[in-house]
């Protein structure tokens, strides 16, 4: 991907069909779909692509053992196809893991165990494995650092893993590669309207202060926790429609939690679940539930959710985690449906909803990663009625998103990249001194920074750092202490001087400071 290329494309579309705005999960996906049907199709992202809510999940593809327990069976159901579907267009970045239920009272493991059976059970063909009762014995051999402490036994349970930002730039490839031009750092400004009716956008290239004129026949809102102020632009009347919700997760060394498994614990104090599950060689254990009003593109974890983690973590487990044993807290807002009568964001539901304005604004909201093709669908067909588009039918089902091979790099941090690995592979080959690591305690090589900047859209440190390599969220001070190294290897490619490399660390290093803890 290009992006002085992609913003070249801007002046020479005279009527776009479709618009998305919004470059997270659903909105990256909704442009996929859109250019596979073969409709001229735009995506702008007013930061990073998946800057906000999509790079900050627990980074799992699943059906939501959760919402089985509430009852919301149409979402379970949906969620485990399109689980099985992810998993099988997208192996490099998704995969099988197995979860472990530890029971603490006799009856707990054939109460969870019932309830799994039914999960893979609906899961069908697309099913990841079965669902086994465990003695105690094996569930401390599978689960080396759980409590003993009136351990009874377990279940043991598969669903899907992923790297969130890793997929979404895939996303951003594959739209590109079906036509589609897809562009970071470029907000929508305003509405163009003909006759009360949406008939384009003025859009602002933030990098470079361009503004351009863009006309469409449709417009896809899909900006997550920012639903709302775009469709206030649209209509100055609009009620708010999301109510967020922060979850905070905090990522340890995997000495505190060892081995191949993950952990799901079913109640918290606050009615959701926790997991601890391993991840590119770090332990993620979260996550929380806490109502916010601010919605910011940078949330903060709060003191009292992190201790929250640590002592439900240290509950279950025989390690003892504290501040100091923390690499990074990472911080993400849920754009979670209001519903009439409920307060508590922990028991909303998960379903999304699609919103067609008297003006032809198509917002599609809710959901979450594992349903992201559905719901670029939905949006889609009712962004293609809206725009009197020629009907054409969804094709994602079945699509490969870039990346995917059949035969995968196994325990390599290449396997993220999957058919791009051979690529980065060639950079190194070229110069030996791209081969050496940005910083001993992180896993990523010069090359996958130079790769970034060349082939994936990374503009800034962040964008490399926090997203294109998982480095801010494996360990943030180690992400810290390499910024300059990184803007020097970028500056050199995009010709910026040593002003651009000082800013840029100054302000990659004002973020990271928000995933230490202090």
Known sequence: MDRQKMIAQLNDVAQWDMVIIGGGATGL?????????????????QDDFAKSTSSRSTKLVHGGVRYLAQGNIKLVREALRERGLLL??????????????????WWQKWYYGIGLNVYGVMSGKLSLGKTKLLSKKTTQQLLPAISTKNLSGGVLYHDGQFDDSRLAINLAQTAAEQGATVINYCTVQSFIKTSARITGVVIKDRLAGTIFTINSKCVINATGVFTDAVMAMDDEKHRPIVSPSQGVHIVVDDIFFSGLHAMMIPTTDDGRVLFA?????????GTTDT????????????????NFIINHANRYLNTNITYKDIKAVYAGLRPLIKVKGKKGTAILPRDHTVIVAPSGLVTITGGKWTTYRTMAKHAVDKAAIEGKLIKKACVTAALHIHGYMDSLYKDNVLLAYGSDSSYIMKLMDKNAGLKENIHPALPYSKAMVVWAVQQEMAMTIEDVLARRTRALFLDAKAAMEVAPAVAAIMASIMNKDEAWEQQQVSEF?????NYLVH
């Open 29 to 45: 996906g909704a442009a996929v779909d859109a250019a596979s049907r073969g409709y001229k199709t735009l995506l702008v992202e």
């Open 88 to 105: 099988k267009n997208a192996p490099h970045v998704c995969h099988n893991l197995s979860f472990i239920i530890p029971s603490f009272h």
């Open 277 to 285: 599950v391993p991840w590119h060689g770090k332990v993620i254990i």
């Open 291 to 306: 109502p916010v009003k601010d919605i910011v593109a940078e949330p903060i974890p709060l003191p009292e959710e992190i």
């Open 509 to 513: 290093i004002a973020i990271a400071d």
